[in-house]
């Protein structure tokens, strides 16, 4: 007598998950960009500590070096910070490997503070006045298209 059995397992997950740290942009329904550091990834989905409050089911965008920018959405929720997340078209093979060897992004630094000139400290601007003749054809001409506005509206009244 042949028995046939099937496991059953709680985790939904399809793919095996590889233990990660990857530097990532997250990017959330407000599309505003946060660096975060992927600890989990697997070809359908990834875990990612983000603080902040996200939604169970809202949809976002993962940038990983080596693949780009993946549109995902959030599936799990874990403890204060942990969020499983799955891709909305699953990583192909060549993407997957291409994330986890992918070399570090090198960061740029920006400064965090504005840099204070003081006023004494920029050159005066120049400026000056038109030279006489310049300044009699702005005069002249202004004068034409009033006069000519005025006579357009005279013909068209009468």
């Given amino acids: 007598m042949a028995l046939v059995a099937t496991l059953y397992s709680d985790d939904a997950r399809g793919a095996e998950r590889r233990q990660v740290e990857l530097d990532g942009t997250l990017r959330g329904p407000a599309h505003t960009p946060h660096d975060v550091l992927v600890s989990e990834l697997s070809a359908n989905g990834f875990r990612v500590p983000v603080t902040g409050a996200l939604s169970v089911g809202a949809r976002i965008t993962l940038g990983l070096n080596g693949v780009g920018a993946r549109a995902a959405r959030i599936v799990r929720r874990a403890g204060e910070d942990q969020y499983g997340c799955e891709f909305?078209?699953?990583l192909t093979p060549g993407e997957l490997a291409a994330a986890l060897n992918a070399e570090p992004a090198e960061l740029i630094r920006f400064p965090q503070t504005a840099m204070v000139v003081p006023a004494d400290a920029l050159p005066?601007?120049?400026?000056?006045?038109?030279?006489?003749?310049?300044?009699?054809?702005?005069?002249?001409?202004?004068?034409?298209?009033?006069?000519?506005?005025t006579i357009a509206a005279a013909i068209a009244l009468f």
Avoid: K, N, T, Y
Avoid at 124 to 135: A, I, L, M, N
């Fill in 124 to 149: 005066e601007p120049d400026v000056g006045r038109f030279p006489g003749p310049v300044r009699l054809a702005i005069l002249m001409g202004g004068g034409l298209i009033a006069w000519g506005a």
């Fill in 88 to 90: 909305v078209s699953p």
